[in-house]
């Protein structure tokens, strides 16, 4: 797994609500972090495309993603917290999907196929109410 260095990361510091009383009008705690994927040196290409495609609204139309953080009532962890989050996000996109190979069933599973749905429908059809022949 990637690991990116802290000197790609740039952080943001801004009073938010939520938890923490008096404190929250303030102390900064809350925590914008800003991460260039695209002029990052530490990813390979594919991990930055499939990154950027995880991104999703937190992608800026300059390639970089926006990681707000606002959980805790400390900067320390709020900072940790948004660390966590992006660092989810790149681990998940450094795994290369699988591909799915396409397969053709044979022709003796498609007459299988055919006999047993010939059968099944003969036995629903012997369930009607017998006609007057």
């Given at each position: 797994m990637t690991t990116i260095p802290e000197e790609e990361l740039d952080f943001r510091f801004y009073r938010a609500g939520g938890p923490g009383g008096q404190n929250v009008n303030k102390v900064a705690t809350a925590v914008q972090m800003r991460f260039d994927v695209r002029n990052s040196p530490s990813l390979t290409d594919p991990v930055k495309?499939?990154?950027?495609?995880?991104?999703?609204?937190?992608?800026?139309?300059?390639g970089v993603i926006v990681i707000s953080a606002v959980r805790f009532r400390t900067q320390e962890r709020n900072r940790a917290d948004a660390m966590e989050r992006l660092q989810a996000m790149v681990d998940q996109a450094s795994v290369r999907p699988t591909y799915r190979v396409p397969t053709r069933p044979t022709k003796a599973s498609k007459e299988r196929r055919l006999k047993a749905k010939t059968t099944r429908g003969a036995i629903k059809s012997g369930r009607g109410r017998p006609t007057l022949d």
């Open positions: 495309t499939r990154l950027m495609k995880l991104a999703g609204s937190r992608l800026t139309l300059d």
